[in-house]
Nanobody
């Protein structure tokens, strides 16, 4: 599956943004879809994931309660709604998809398809 991430931009502290991850070539059916982010000079880190089975969601502690991951009914797009943004959320955000089991969904190495990244900048 090919992934296209979009929706990044610049926002002030406390603001909101929504990212989209669109699938082409096939739908997300059967795949876990996740968002990761990587800030300059830092390792890529897990942000959120939505599992194919039951649509259960998982979040990094740093974004829990502020970010929401969800998908459309056709399973062609996964979204990341980000509220109450702060400077620590500034990063390039990547979506990823794969046949990933729950115990390893925070491990970026388990995903075989990646989008190109979309940049989010939060300023005061």
């Amino acid at each position: 599956v090919q992934l296209q991430a979009s929706g990044g931009g610049a926002v002030q502290t406390g603001g909101s943004l929504s990212l989209s991850c669109a699938a082409s070539g096939r739908t997300f059916s059967g795949y876990t879809v996740a968002w990761f982010r990587q800030a300059p000079g830092k390792d890529r880190e897990f942000v959120a994931a939505i599992r194919a089975s039951g649509g259960t969601t998982h979040y990094a502690d740093s974004v829990k309660g502020r970010f929401t991951i969800f998908r459309d009914g056709a399973r062609k797009t996964v979204y990341l709604r980000m509220n109450s943004l702060n400077s620590e959320d500034t990063s390039v955000y990547y979506c990823a998809a794969g046949n990933v089991i729950q115990s390893t969904l925070r491990d970026s190495d388990k995903y075989h398809s990646w989008g190109q990244g979309t940049e989010v900048t939060v300023s005061s």
